[in-house]
T-cell receptor, first 112, second 116 residues
Framework: QKEVEQNSGPLSVPEGAIASLNCTYSDRGSQSFFWYRQYSGKSPELIMFIYSNGDKEDGRFTAQLNKASQYVSLLIRDSQPSDSATYLCAVKRTTGFQKLVFGTGTRLLVSP | DTGVSQDPRHKITKRGQNVTFRCDPI?????LYWYRQTLGQGPEFLTYFQNEAQLEKSRLLSDRFSAERPKGSFSTLEIQRTEQGDSAMYLCASSLATGVNFYEQYFGPGTRLTVT
């Protein structure tokens, strides 16, 4: 079992729709969760982070965390073609380990 | 631009040659990380520094890889006797180690290495 799992996609949504991206993780001690957006050929860009159970909203983005189910998701409202990218879920494990463990990413395609 | 910078952005080398990459973190960040990313995969952790101390190393970091951060500012990653399997994007990230936002890592543009 991989430490961080994501559906590779592509996830196709029409412009203006809500895109829902999901991620599961295996280490119950994980404490911090991050979503990065990566355009083709570019480096990852941090777009959201969440540390506590529940929802966290920032503009069109909402991150959701359920530690009991070991599940984190990213919702993108009013999706735009410019949102088309690969979305990487990353997890920081317990205190003392600073590395991020990444999933393989979900490719999102937003069609006009 | 006050973000993380990396140099060079692209490097093509022949198998067996040594290469060195440089990373300049965000100026107030005292933690610096190196990751490697291959096509279709997420970044994989290599190593990290807090100030000048190298505190964590991945098993991916073989004896041919060495990283330094001599004055706690910029860092270098050297790969000796490169192999074709070293071809990847090498990413540097930085973060603070204190304060509310000390968890977030911000990436530089990466150095794309091609070993022929």
């Amino acid at each position: 079992q991989k430490e961080v799992e994501q559906n590779s996609g592509p996830l196709s949504v029409p412009e203006g729709a809500i895109a829902s991206l999901n991620c599961t993780y295996s280490d119950r001690g994980s404490q911090s969760f991050f979503w990065y957006r990566q355009y083709s050929g570019k480096s990852p860009e941090l777009i959201m982070f969440i540390y506590s159970n529940g929802d966290k909203e920032d503009g069109r983005f909402t991150a959701q965390l359920n530690k009991a189910s070991q599940y984190v998701s990213l919702l993108i409202r009013d999706s735009q073609p410019s949102d088309s990218a690969t979305y990487l879920c990353a997890v920081k494990r317990t205190t003392g380990f600073q590395k991020l463990v990444f999933g393989t990413g979900t490719r999102l395609l937003v069609s006009p | 631009d006050t973000g993380v910078s990396q140099d060079p952005r692209h490097k093509i080398t022949k198998r067996g040659q040594n290469v060195t990459f440089r990373c300049d973190p965000i100026s107030e960040h005292n933690r610096l990380y190196w990751y490697r990313q291959t096509l279709g995969q997420g970044p994989e952790f290599l190593t990290y520094f807090q100030n000048e101390a190298q505190l964590e190393k991945s098993r991916l970091l073989s004896d041919r890889f060495s990283a330094e951060r001599p004055k706690g500012s910029f860092s270098t990653l050297e790969i000796q006797r490169t192999e074709q399997g070293d071809s990847a994007m090498y990413l540097c990230a930085s973060s603070l180690a204190t304060g509310v936002n000390f968890y977030e890592q911000y990436f530089g543009p990466g150095t794309r290495l091609t070993v022929t």
